[in-house]
């Protein structure tokens, strides 16, 4: 069964610098990774979207990065800023049939101004 | 073009109470689905449905039943709340190859 973990739960950083959050999963099988940002009491908003062949994508601060060998992903922001503020949540979606993801509990990110 | 729609918001029920959360989507999506976020668990689905008429068991069924009306229509129903689904409920849409995209949420309380 896949399991995605992120570590850590919570951050908190002045505004200004540059950050990197971090996922892992069990399974290297997957077919893509996707990040999500959630605001307090809000829904989901889709933040970057990695194929299981690509490497990396980046949208403007952002930028994500795939290692499937080994497991992980990457959510390096740039410059924060205190409205990037919110939880971050990484999840997998299978190779094969399955459409379903498998999502980490998610980091909370607080930048302080 | 709305996206993801969520009925209702916020809803609060006692115990062996039944209800029905709507979701419907616009964007022409084959892929719906139905999550719960509970603290410090993530997002876990309860089920899903790859196209119109068809439904299939996530992670956590139990005590739930969901029905695809169309293709733009996904509900899911509490026949008998309990306690335990006291949540934040999640519809999400999307094509296979593609992201997902999720709606606003209902917060649900069962007392």
């Known amino acids: 069964k896949q399991e995605v973990t992120q570590i850590p739960a919570a951050l908190s950083v002045p505004e200004g610098e540059n950050l990197v959050l971090n996922c892992s999963f069990t399974d290297s099988a997957i077919y893509n990774l996707q990040w999500f940002r959630q605001d307090p009491g809000k829904g989901l908003t889709s933040l970057l979207l990695i194929q299981s062949s690509q490497r990396e994508q980046t949208s403007g601060r952002l930028n994500a990065s795939l290692d499937k060998s080994s497991g992980r992903s990457t959510l390096y922001i740039a410059a924060s800023q205190p409205g990037d503020s919110a939880t971050y949540l990484c999840a997998v979606k299978p190779s094969g049939s399955a459409r379903q993801l498998t999502f980490g509990s998610g980091t909370q990110l607080t930048v302080l101004p | ?111």
């Open chain 2, 1 to 111: 073009n709305a996206g993801v729609t969520q009925t209702p918001k916020f809803q609060v029920l006692k115990t062996g109470q039944s209800m029905t959360l709507q979701c419907a989507q616009d964007m022409n999506h084959n892929s719906m689905y139905w999550y719960r976020q509970d603290p410090g668990m993530g997002l876990r689905l309860i089920y899903y449905s790859a196209s119109e008429g068809t439904t299939d068991k996530g992670e956590v069924p139990n005590g739930y039943n969901v029905s695809r009306l169309n293709k733009r229509e996904f509900s899911l129903r509490l026949e008998s709340a309990a306690p335990s689904q006291t949540s934040v409920y999640f519809c999400a849409s999307g094509r296979k190859t593609y992201e997902q995209y999720f709606g606003p949420g209902t917060r649900l309380t069962v007392t």
